[in-house]
């Protein structure tokens, strides 16, 4: 066997193990994604649900528009989750597929030679002949990401076909394409700047569920800052990261321009200069990154450097041009990654990625919609209060006209117990539609839209009228001077007649009408008259105190129906923004409760890895 096969078969000897190890690590995180992922859309859907859709509260309500500007705050979070959760899918997607592989993403410039490399890793040559191809033990299954991109033969059949990756001046990679051997899945991809947006995001997608990202620098110019921002961008994810310098060799072509006679390494003092250069600009971002963003580990801090020429590795016939070339360091790398750190980040990246997304939810997003509730809340309890107020001054101007409305119909129908109250009830309902007109405007558009309390229901009870009269003993003797200096003086000259002998009434002036003067007469008759006869004393009317207790029952009606119509209209009107409310703090507490059971949970799964 040719050298070159000998490392070659090493490496795919490597991968074919491990994809046995990366099928036993099945990794529980679709239960813990799904139960997250439910949790979170009940929220979203409990926000979203404007709860003033159906109600026919004024449009100018002030709750309105604030409900409107919350629903649409929420909604814009809502879709930034649905976004990640679309990722999370693909994630699960790329995890089924590349689940049992290490999972490594190829990014680099245009022309770095990122496609060579993928081919040397595929068959040991970086363009192979159709008899490499053939004769590939294993032999690599090539695959292409349907994009938008058509410029090449991008069908997964020419793919198939085609089976490896075109490489050259003139063959730009324009989709995302790649190859899996056991154990290994490698992905190849547009150079930078020259991708276009589906490229661009799908390339994210794939660095996210990368195991290993490979950053690839051509040795005609290593580490341009270009590049570096490039790097600088990935380095916030925390991957296995190694910037592979490509191209570490010096070659000289025949008069025609295209084939390389001779190839040799670069120096080796060229190729650590390239190496150190590379590596300190690595360690400026890691620090600018590390100063940044204090919480992210990053992956820069363990990046590895390699310098390689894989034309070299491909060309030579000893067995020391693997070690010369580069390849030697970088296939070991590889296998390292694979073997010691491969499973690891297998199992506690998709863990990682969704202890992000949660402590993201939890500490951004769901102290975000708290404050828009809270704010609801506000507005709501505002409302409530403004109403109450409202409905004070409402009592207060109702007593002011029922008081006088009840003295003048006490006085027009005094003794007619039913005329006065058809009348009061009649006058009660027209007072209440008034005064309470003000109030159902603060919630309805139109008077009529609002069912306004059936005071039918509402029998008012009512004292009633009756004459006031009083009995009393009168004396056979009587002393009629002073009985009638006492009444002179009692009565102030009203007309008083004694009729003697006889029952005849006593008739006091209509001016004695509370029932406290007529007692007290009595009484003070009684000491005066001395007899076995009795005179009965009509003592006026009770209109007074029909009057005053027709107002207290009234007053007391008008409150309880006043409290009965600010209840029905908050049911009416309010109800729903204080459900909506309940609901979403309900499936809040929740979704924290999950959250904070699932970080329990992933984090010690991940301690367990180590
Ligand atoms: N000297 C040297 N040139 C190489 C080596 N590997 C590839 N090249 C050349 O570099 C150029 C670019 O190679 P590709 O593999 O197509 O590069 P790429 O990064 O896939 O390019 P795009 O897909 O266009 O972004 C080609 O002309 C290759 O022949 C190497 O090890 N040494
Ligand atoms: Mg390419």
Redesign the pocket.
Known sequence: MAPINTHRAALMNTFKQLEQDFKHAKIQVETLETQFLDALSAVAAAAQKDPLSDSQLRQDHPLRSHIAESVSDITVLVSEWQQKIKNAERHTKFRERYGDSLLVFVY?K???????FGNFIAYGK?DPSDIDIKAAEPSPKFFIEETTAKTEATDQDAMASQRQFR???T???SAIQGFCLPGLTWVDS??LH?KTEANGKLAQDYVNAADLVLFLSHANAPGRRSDLQEIQNLGLKNHALAVVI??S?T?EEDDAGNLIKIIRMMSDVDRDQQKNYVQQELDNIAEIIAFQHPETKSMLKEAKVFSV???YAERSEELSSWDKSGMIDFVNFMMETAQGRGIRIKKARPLENLRAFLIEVESRDLNHIETVIQKTTDKLSFARKEIARISERVLRDMRTDLTQTIESLANKYANDNSAFKANITKEYKTVWLKYTARLIEQYAERLDSATALDLDETDIELPEFAKHTETIRRKREINKKRGATLGTALFGGAAILLTGGMATPLVIGATLASGYAGDKLGEMAGAYFDSDDSVVIDLGDNREEVSIETRKHLINQAEHNLQALIEFLDQTYYQSTESWIATIRHKIQRLRQEIEQQRIQINSELSKLG
């Open positions: 680099g245009v022309k770095a030679g990122k496609s060579s970086t490489v050259g001046r063959e730009t990679t547009p150079g020259s490509t191209g060799d070659y020429s894989a034309w």
